[in-house]
């Protein structure tokens, strides 16, 4: 365990190094396309992404549910006995929560490897781990990847390879290659739910983004940005507009949205002053600063994702909020007063990867109690011993 802390310590110190360069070039900031580009680009876009998987729909009585499992770390210390009692714990966690939960979907909402821990050689045979009570319980699920997923001897695109050989009610995905991060934010997608399975529409849209962070693979590992690419604002804008072209405008077509990523975005840092514990229920145990959301890890980054959060807030209409992991320590929920959208943290899930006296382990389930996006998704906390807590309404009478 001390070995980790001081593994944790290392790397803090170096994602404060600005990164100028990655071993390929300096990453690119702001991506200006031609309208010549971008509508050739909208080809890239495919409205039936899934034809050989079972479509998502709805319950009978209208329902649907969602568990999202954070942060789950596995890969921790595997030279000593507490390392691997780790992942068995956070295995024991899922077969708990998913049985006694039952839910639709599931969602990991990344760095579900520790891979500053991992060894290069079998790094990518913990995903098999951690897949197999979805495999087990046969629960279709989606992925996104964290900071921790990006290291010397793991990448989020051999994650996702990884996963999609071994699972196949995984509906994880990658962007096109001009909106996937520069290769190490592959992880941005979207996954449609239906009413029914004759539907031609869907009613919802779960949007996952890639946050990257990190480090970068090999022995001339340097840091990696830890925002969403800016190029994924015009991902949303095309893939949006052939949405609406197609299905209609989502305001008139009645389909709702809910976005995950790892890494809140930087403009969630401003609420945890004003957090009430009444209305804004959830432990608060993370202070939020440098690294704690998108484009802080380095002060000269500062706001470096708001082309993405544009774009998300003014593209995404009926968005019911924004699901992000990544600290630990909190699991609150509060309405981003400039976007008029809420943003709720999940439950730290895993056994691995820090945590303190009380915190526990849990997950967030999120239950979609219509297809109507006029009725809001409830939300909540669940301990893996069954105790629930911070329950809200994700609707326009929240906050």
């Given at each position: 365990m001390l070995l980790y802390l001081v593994t944790l310590a290392i790397a803090s110190a170096t994602l404060a190094i600005p990164v100028a360069q990655r071993i390929y070039g300096v990453p690119s900031d702001r991506h200006d396309f031609p309208r010549s580009v971008l509508v050739?680009?909208?080809?890239?876009?495919?409205?039936?992404?899934?034809?050989?998987?079972?479509?998502?729909?709805?319950?009978?009585?209208?329902?649907?549910?969602?568990?999202?499992?954070?942060?789950?770390?596995?890969?921790?210390?595997?030279?000593?006995?507490?390392?691997?009692?780790?992942?068995?714990?956070?295995?024991?966690?899922?077969?708990?929560?998913?049985q006694d939960e039952k839910p639709d979907y599931v969602v990991l909402n990344g760095d579900l490897i520790t891979g500053e821990?991992?060894?290069?050689?079998?790094?990518?045979?913990?995903?098999?781990?951690?897949?197999?009570?979805?495999?087990?319980?046969?629960?279709?699920?989606?992925?996104?990847?964290?900071n921790h997923d990006n290291e010397p001897n793991i990448t989020h695109a051999e994650e996702i390879r990884r996963e999609l050989q071994v699972a196949p009610l995984?509906?994880?995905?990658?962007?096109?290659?001009?909106?996937?991060?520069?290769?190490?934010?592959?992880?941005?997608?979207?996954?449609?739910?239906?009413?029914?399975?004759?539907d031609r529409n869907p009613s919802l849209i779960l949007w996952f983004f890639?946050?990257?962070?990190?480090?970068?693979?090999?022995?001339?590992?340097?840091?990696?940005?830890?925002?969403?690419?800016?190029?994924v604002a015009d991902w949303i804008q095309l893939t949006v507009s052939k949405m609406n072209a197609a299905w209609g405008p989502a305001d008139q077509a009645e389909r709702g949205s809910l976005v995950f990523v790892h890494i809140p975005p930087h403009a969630v840092q401003a609420l945890q002053p004003g957090l009430n514990s009444t209305q804004d229920p959830g432990l608060n145990a993370d202070l939020l600063g440098e690294g704690s959301t998108q484009a802080t890890s380095d002060p000269t980054?500062?706001?470096k994702d708001q082309p993405f959060w544009d774009a998300v807030n003014a593209q995404i209409k009926n968005l019911h909020g924004v699901i992000s992991g990544h600290d630990h320590g909190n699991e609150w929920c509060k309405r981003e007063p400039t976007k008029d959208v809420i943003f709720c943290f999940d439950k730290h899930s895993g056994y691995g990867?820090?945590?303190?006296?009380?915190?526990?382990?849990?997950?967030?389930?999120?239950?979609?109690?219509?297809?109507?996006?006029?009725?809001?998704?409830?939300?909540?906390?669940?301990?893996?011993?069954?105790?629930?807590?911070?329950?809200?309404?994700?609707?326009d009478s929240y906050n």
């Open positions: 050739g680009r909208q080809d890239d876009i495919d409205l039936d992404p899934y034809p050989n998987k079972p479509r998502l729909t709805f319950r009978s009585d209208g329902t649907f549910k969602i568990t999202v499992f954070s942060d789950l770390h596995y890969g921790e210390n595997p030279w000593d006995a507490w390392g691997p009692q780790q992942d068995v714990n956070s295995t024991r966690l899922m077969n708990i929560v998913l821990n991992t060894f290069r050689q079998n790094s990518t045979k913990l995903i098999d781990e951690i897949v197999a009570p979805l495999n087990n319980f046969r629960i279709p699920f989606s992925s996104t990847h964290g995984s509906y994880t995905r990658t962007a096109p290659s001009w909106a996937d991060g520069e290769g190490y934010g592959p992880g941005t997608y979207w996954v449609p739910v239906y009413t029914k399975t004759t890639d946050s990257r962070g990190g480090f970068s693979e090999g022995a001339n590992s340097t840091a990696l940005p830890d925002w969403v690419d800016a190029a980054n500062n706001g990867g820090y945590s303190s006296a009380g915190w526990g382990h849990g997950v967030r389930n999120i239950v979609f109690r219509s297809p109507k996006p006029s009725v809001g998704p409830e939300t909540w906390i669940r301990m893996e011993d069954g105790e629930t807590h911070a329950r809200i309404v994700m609707d």
